[in-house]
């Protein structure tokens, strides 16, 4: 059985960088055909998909998120991760990890992938 794990600091401050992992367990990371992807919840709202990396390690990434966030792979670690740069108390959210077998930019339906994460509270807060 396949399993992503978000991992990282609960608690960030402002300006600061966010760093998360993604921990892929029950399977190595396939060399083909599959995307990883990043969507976050802030408290009160809906999901929010920020960006994807894929098999081949291109990346794609929400417009307006584009130049503060980065996606990378380690595929000898099983883990992909997310950093988010200049932190502000409007990216605090519940942070999830996701795979799927096609791209899809853009999709917070948690049926269009086929694994995802339980989640990692972010707080940025001084």
């Known amino acids: 059985q396949v399993q992503l794990q978000e991992s990282g600091p609960g608690l960030v401050k402002p300006s600061q960088t966010l760093s998360l992992t993604c921990t892929v367990s029950?399977?190595?990371?396939?060399?083909?055909?599959?995307?990883w992807s990043w969507i976050r919840q802030p408290p009160g709202k809906g999901l929010e998909w920020m960006g994807v990396i894929s098999y081949s390690g291109s990346t794609y990434y929400a417009p307006h998120l584009k130049s503060r966030t980065s996606i990378a792979r380690d595929t000898l670690k099983n883990q992909f991760t997310l950093q988010l740069v200049s932190v502000t108390p409007e990216d605090t959210a519940v942070y999830y990890c996701a795979e799927s077998e096609t791209l899809i930019l853009g999709a917070t339906d948690r049926n269009l992938y086929k694994y995802w994460g339980q989640g990692t509270q972010v707080t940025v807060s001084s």
């Open positions: 029950g399977a190595s990371i396939p060399p083909v055909n599959y995307y």
